[in-house]
């Protein structure tokens, strides 16, 4: 079992840059890869971006490509998300997911249905 926490979120301008953060715990003998995604009010939870179990292998949805970049420290059970240049359209609850049972060096996709575990999510609000 697994419980993920993020943070970071907040109120910022356009052009300005936060970065979320996504505390794993608990206990699996499984790798597991880490998903962020998103919510806008009114709209269906989208991916952003994800990562392999080694951080090796990412993924970015083409609205985050070249801005927001993901990372990870497996020694501190962390995942971050370095989000940059943002927009108003980048304003939404941003949640991060653990998948499991993928290899080390696997990079995962942001299909909502692989992900087993998800985190009650921080508010990202852009605007100026």
């Known amino acids: 079992q697994l419980q993920l926490v993020e943070s970071g979120g907040g109120l910022v301008q356009p052009g300005e840059s936060l970065r979320l953060s996504c505390v794993v715990s608990?206990?699996?003998?499984?790798?597991?890869?880490i998903g962020w995604f998103r919510q806008a009010p009114g709209k269906e939870r989208e991916g952003v971006s994800c990562i392999s179990f080694n951080g090796n292998g990412t993924y970015y949805a083409d609205c985050v490509k070249g801005r927001f970049t993901i990372s990870r420290d497996n020694a501190k059970n962390t995942v971050y998300l370095q989000m940059n240049s943002l927009k108003p359209e980048d304003t939404a609850v941003y949640y991060c997911?653990?998948?499991?049972?993928?290899?080390?060096?696997?990079?995962?996709?942001?299909?909502?249905?692989?992900?087993?575990?998800w985190g009650p999510g921080t508010q990202v609000t852009v605007s100026a």
């Open positions: 997911a653990a998948q499991l049972g993928l290899p080390p060096a696997a990079t995962p996709e942001v299909t909502e249905g692989d992900y087993d575990y």
């Open positions: 608990g206990f699996t003998m499984d790798y597991y890869a």
